[in-house]
């Protein structure tokens, strides 16, 4: 396939300075050696739609779908990885987890690093845990008359993530903590609701998305604030389980 079948990205925002799109799950930011064979990258894919070079100022995960920003040039690319390095950014997430969580609270749980074999031989294998904070608010539950391992009934919460600090991994790996693991982690994740959720609502995805990242603008000084729809992969299986079960609403 070339780039001119390739379906294009839905860009968020656009100005002289900045880019924002809407990342669809499985989609890696940039060429990568975890995973040597995909030949399909965010930020080639942007340059060749708007046909200027972009630079990545941020990361998010393959299988995370939503906000991700570039930068239109070299200096305001390193204005806005100075403010993420400062967590000068507000960002909010939404994710599916398995069970019923409290209905809000901060997790305050150090990370150690988690180190990839292909990329990370050069690191520190003995750093500290860095310290890692997520605060979280529950928007809704689903009980689905399911069972599911040991439990006769399939539950579930839908959570605002508001992660503030940038670990790797954090909020999956927060998640697992607090045993509310997100659906769709196959690294961090519940096999047995993995496998009942391809089953029973063809989920083949992680249900985490970057709905939402505001900042102050570096060049104008505006604050602004940039917002990601679900996409249908994800708004589809809440939709399902909506329909499949009870539902409430906080």
């Known amino acids: 396939m070339n780039h001119t079948d390739e379906p294009l990205l839905e860009i968020l925002f656009q100005d002289e300075w900045l880019v924002a799109i809407n990342k669809r799950e499985g989609l890696l930011v940039h060429r990568s050696k975890i995973d040597r064979f995909e030949t399909r990258f965010a930020m080639q894919m942007l340059r060749d739609q708007i046909g200027q070079h972009v630079y990545p100022v941020h990361r998010l995960d393959k299988p995370t779908s939503g906000v991700l920003l570039f930068a239109l040039n070299s200096n305001t690319a390193r204005k806005m990885t100075d403010l993420f390095a400062a967590r000068e950014t507000m960002k909010e997430y939404l994710a599916v987890v398995r069970g019923y969580s409290n209905e809000h ?135 399902a389980m909506k329909a499949a079960g009870s539902f409430r609403a906080e």
């Open 105 to 239: 609270a901060v997790i305050d749980y150090a990370l150690k690093e988690e180190l990839d074999r292909k990329t990370d031989r050069l690191v520190n294998q003995d750093k500290e845990p860095q310290q890692a904070v997520t605060a979280y608010r529950r928007l809704a539950t689903y009980e689905l008359p399911f069972p599911v391992g040991r439990y006769q009934t399939a539950r579930y919460s839908l959570l605002q993530l508001s992660p503030k600090t940038g670990r790797k991994h954090q909020l999956r790996r927060h998640m697992k903590h607090i045993f509310h693991p997100i659906v769709g982690d196959t690294s961090h994740g519940d096999g047995k609701q993995n496998q009942f959720m391809r089953d029973q609502f063809n989920c083949h995805r992680l249900l985490l998305h970057a709905a939402q990242l505001g900042f102050i603008h570096p060049e104008n000084g505006e604050w602004l604030e940039i917002n990601a729809p679900l996409h249908d992969s994800f708004s589809d299986v809440i939709a």
